[in-house]
Nanobody, 121 residues
Framework: QVQLVESGGGLVQPGGSLRLSCAASGRIASVTFMGWYRQVPGKPRELVAGITSGNSTNYADSVKGRFTISRDNAKNTVYLRMNSLKPEDTAVYYC???????????????WGQGTQVTVAS
């Protein structure tokens, strides 16, 4: 069984920084795409940043230049460094990993439990 465990959320003042981490564990053969999404009540979940196994990245326009996604393939871990945070960044942030499990064919998407990020003074 595969689990994604997130950490690093919390309350921060506008202009501050946070770093989110997400570690995938279990019977994992390989991980392709890893990403961070966020969701606020009443709105659909949106992609914030994504990174492939070859370290190609993409970002939502609203976070370009402020957020940086990275990954440690040896640890199956993805990070999101968030700088210059704004109140509109307030949301529940979810980690996603597309991976292949050992002895199980096919690519499957897994999600973390979500971590709250609140930007307020």
């Amino acid at each position: 069984q595969v689990q994604l465990v997130e950490s690093g959320g919390g309350l921060v003042q506008p202009g501050g920084s946070l770093r989110l981490s997400c570690a995938a564990s279990g019977r994992i053969a390989s991980v392709t795409f890893m990403g961070w999404y966020r969701q606020v009540p009443g709105k659909p979940r949106e992609l914030v940043a994504g990174i492939t196994s070859g370290n190609s990245t993409n970002y939502a326009d609203s976070v370009k230049g402020r957020f940086t996604i990275s990954r440690d393939n040896a640890k199956n871990t993805v990070y999101l460094r968030m700088n210059s945070l704004k109140p509109e960044d307030t949301a529940v942030y979810y980690c996603n990993a597309d991976l292949v499990e050992l002895f199980t064919p096919g690519l499957r998407a897994y999600w973390g439990q979500g971590t709250q990020v609140t930007v307020a003074s």
